[in-house]
């Protein structure tokens, strides 16, 4: 009796192996917190994926002066819909990240969206 319950249990885990590795695109759960702030989710997050270009000693160059490593620069930006259009790669804004013609992972677009729809909380 024993024995045939510890053999569902592996051919139930072993649906779900199956399961999870053909399906590629298994959506991770997204936790957006209801108080997004700049300092506690947005800054880290536009530190990994734009600073390679938009960190503060090298935005100038590589990044034709576009500044939004700080609070108030990457307000600015975001009241004008240049930080939403570029991210989400819409029409009349630059695709960033720039000529990597992929966007950054959803669940990081949703967070930033999320602070410009709730007021871009210091
Ligand atoms: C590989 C370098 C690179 C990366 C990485 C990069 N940028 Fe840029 N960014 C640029 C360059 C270059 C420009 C200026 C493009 C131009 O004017 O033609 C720019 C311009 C912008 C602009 C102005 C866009 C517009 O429509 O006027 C925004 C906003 C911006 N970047 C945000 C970001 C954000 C947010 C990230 C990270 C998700 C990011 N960038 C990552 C190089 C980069």
């Known amino acids: 009796m024993k024995s045939k319950i510890h053999f569902i249990k ?9 399961h ?16 997004i702030t700049y300092t506690n989710q947005v800054s880290g ?3 990994i994926h734009c600073f390679a270009c938009h960190a503060p000693d090298v935005y100038k ?6 500044k939004i490593f700080d609070y108030p620069s990457l307000k600015k930006m975001a009241n004008s819909g240049q930080l939403i259009g570029s991210i989400t790669h ?3 804004y630059i695709a960033m990240p720039y000529r990597k013609g992929t ?16 007021g871009m909380k210091k």
């Open 61 to 66: 160059k590589k990044a034709s002066r576009n």
């Open 45 to 47: 997050l536009i530190e």
């Open 90 to 92: 819409s029409q009349g």
């Open 103 to 118: 966007k950054i992972d959803s669940c990081a677009i949703e967070v930033i969206k999320k602070w410009v729809k709730t």
């Open 10 to 18: 592996i051919i139930i885990l072993a649906s779900f192996l199956v």
């Open 20 to 35: 999870y590795s053909c399906n590629g695109k298994v959506e991770k759960p997204c936790y957006t917190p209801d108080d």
